[in-house]
């Protein structure tokens, strides 16, 4: 019940914050949404894109799942990322697309790690298939390297994908094509807090925010 007790004592500042005054962004919220920005994050619990963007209410169109991956567009696509991909750009008609990938992934460990034995259910195993791909190119590439660095090269690799498999949606790719939508990878590094996003003109991921000690060290 602690939880539960915390949980409806936020929902009480949260009202007092966003409920009692004239000001409140929920007074034009209640009319609809129009957010700017699809965020795709994995759904891990201590990568909430809400508190890392420091967003307000109705900034950003949220999707969350193991792994942030993203479907291509196939007809045995999965439906609920598909359909929330659509309603973001084709009803919102979003100008930006962020895919957020982060270090400690449970869902690329799993993707790299030995099968267990069969479970009753794999719904796991069957959603990560979608970044096989990616975890047999690391294997091959990285063989000689550590599993930590296979997993960090696969955390980023999947992050691509998910940017590849973006484009397969053609009402996507033409507003892309069109101007009117770009898409941005970024990977969040829970161990030192920085914030990295790949440049395909670099073809890596370079700091965009860095870690608080190197931006200290900047400052002196």
Request: aromatic share 8%; charged share 20%.
């Amino acid at each position: 019940m602690e939880d539960i007790e915390k949980f409806i004592s936020g929902f009480g500042r949260f009202q007092q914050q966003y409920f009692n005054n004239s000001d409140s962004p929920y007074g034009t919220l209640r009319a609809g949404q129009r957010p700017r920005t699809l965020l795709i994050g994995c759904c891990d619990s201590r990568v909430d894109p809400v508190l890392l963007t420091g967003s307000d209410p109705g900034d950003i169109f949220v999707v969350r799942n193991i792994a942030n991956l993203v479907p291509p567009c196939t007809p045995t696509a999965s439906a609920g990322v598909s359909s929330a991909i659509e309603f973001a750009v084709c009803e919102l008609e979003v100008e930006r697309v962020i895919v957020l990938g982060h270090a400690g992934c449970g869902g690329i460990r799993a993707l790299l790690a030995p099968r267990p034995a069969q479970r009753e259910t794999d719904f796991v195993g069957q959603w990560m298939r979608i970044a096989q791909p990616v975890a047999e190119r690391v294997r091959r590439d990285l063989a000689h390297h550590s599993s930590a660095e296979q997993h960090h090269a696969c955390e980023q690799a999947s992050i691509l994908l998910s940017l590849d498999n973006l484009l397969t949606y053609p009402w996507l790719k033409r507003r892309v094509d069109e101007g009117k939508l770009k898409l941005h990878g970024w990977y969040f590094d829970l161990q030192s807090g920085a914030l990295m996003a790949y440049s395909p003109r670099r073809q890596q991921f370079l700091p965009l925010v860095c870690p608080l000690n190197a931006r200290d060290a900047m400052a002196a």
